[in-house]
């Protein structure tokens, strides 16, 4: 069926997609009850060489000749609606969000999609300890709402580079070893250290940043490596906002990813089975320097780790009459209408739909009979 479709699209047929619309609205309905409110943007956006995803957003070129891009994140363009909407607050700001995201290339990390999508929130205009525990206590609630377990990762990218600040590296070998310690890998690290003549102090911290992965332990052992001010205050921001969240955390203050992008503290989420986070964000400002912070779920994701815990969708009858169907929609069921008298037609239906009742009205009342037993 690919040879149909670009590649990195797909169908989704009528028991997922109503699935997913039930998950949607679960979310959703959460999110309002924390006080998030909903918000919309537009899918088209002005192409920007200072985007985030710029380098892999769907570009096209409208009649005036205005070179625009496909919605490729949604953080950026609610940025931009608090910016011109809601410049003076009140903050904090809650914000959420549903919609379709896409993307020019395929990313390994959103499974090869390149439309796909994504809900989430943003609290914006407050920084502190308390907002992102906050976010954390949210993001439990959101994966608790629909039945996914998973446990929540916190990172800290700053740490990171305040490490190897304080150790001295800047430029070229800084960037490099970001990303290097960001995907833990030791011979890289060496490799690393060797191209840019690091001693063996050096390229012992280096590696002992690639294994800060586990429990509340990560945290004593990341204060141990800490020398500046900013190495220190991060760990002490991590240990008040773990205080705050007063549930099982795990640490991996390796994550290095991003740091241009991301100010503070970063999470997500792995279900079991699953390579790819069903959840992630942090801590960013926004154009300007106004402090945000949120997370997104990826819709399909959450499908793929729910596929063997969906529930039963409601029961379908096949409603002989307008009155039956109405009385049978009242009753909680889903009715499909008779579009014809040929009981023929209305049995081969059935059997192809997975129909096992019909319903007809009489004298008033709603009555049922099994379409196997319909006489012909």
């Known amino acids: 069926m690919s040879a149909f479709i670009p590649e990195g699209t797909r169908d989704v047929l009528p028991p997922e997609w109503a699935q997913r619309e039930a998950i949607r609205a679960q979310l959703s309905g959460l999110f309002s009850r924390w006080g998030y409110r909903g918000v919309e943007v537009p899918a088209l956006e002005y192409a920007s060489a200072h985007h985030p995803q710029d380098a892999v957003a769907f570009k096209l070129i409208d009649s005036g ?24 607050g009140p903050f904090p700001l809650r914000l959420q969000y549903s919609g379709r995201l896409w993307l020019r290339a395929l990313n390994s990390e959103l499974g090869r999609l390149r439309e796909f999508n994504q809900l989430g929130v943003e ?16 993001a439990a609630a959101a994966l608790r709402e629909v039945g996914v377990g998973a446990a929540l990762e916190v990172g800290y990218p700053g740490f990171v580079d305040a490490v190897l600040e304080d150790a001295g590296l800047h430029g070229a070998a800084r960037a490099a070893l970001h990303d290097a310690i960001d995907r833990k890998s030791g011979a890289d690290v060496d490799l690393l250290c060797g191209q840019f003549g690091l001693g063996g102090e050096t390229r012992r911290t280096l590696h002992a940043l690639t ?75 926004l154009e300007g320097g106004l402090p945000g912070a949120g997370f997104a779920l990826g819709l399909e994701r959450l499908m793929r780790a729910l596929a063997g815990d969906l529930p039963p969708e409601p029961e379908l009858v096949l409603a002989l009459d307008l009155a039956a169907a109405e009385a049978a929609r009242a009753l909680g069921l889903h009715a499909e209408l008779a579009w014809t008298d040929d009981r023929a037609d ?31």
């Open 123 to 138: 609290l914006i205009g407050v920084e502190s300890a308390r907002s992102d525990a906050e976010l954390l206590h949210l």
């Open 346 to 376: 209305l049995q081969a239906f059935s059997a192809a739909r997975g129909i096992r009742r019909w319903a007809s009205s009489q004298g008033g009342a709603l009555t049922f009979q099994s379409a196997t037993e319909v006489t012909l």
């Open 65 to 88: 000749g205005q070179v625009l891009s496909l919605r490729s994140e949604f953080t950026t363009a609610v940025g931009r609606l608090v910016r011109t909407r809601y410049p003076h």
């Open 211 to 285: 294994d800060l992965y586990g429990g509340p332990e990560v945290l004593d052992a990341a204060q141990g490596l800490a020398q500046g001010t900013r190495a220190h205050e991060a760990v002490a921001h991590l240990r008040r906002v773990a205080a705050l969240y007063a549930g099982p955390l795990l640490f991996d203050l390796g994550v290095s990813r991003r740091y241009d992008y991301y100010t503070g503290l970063t999470f997500r989420a792995y279900a079991p089975g699953l390579n790819q986070p069903v959840l992630g964000g942090g801590r960013y400002a």
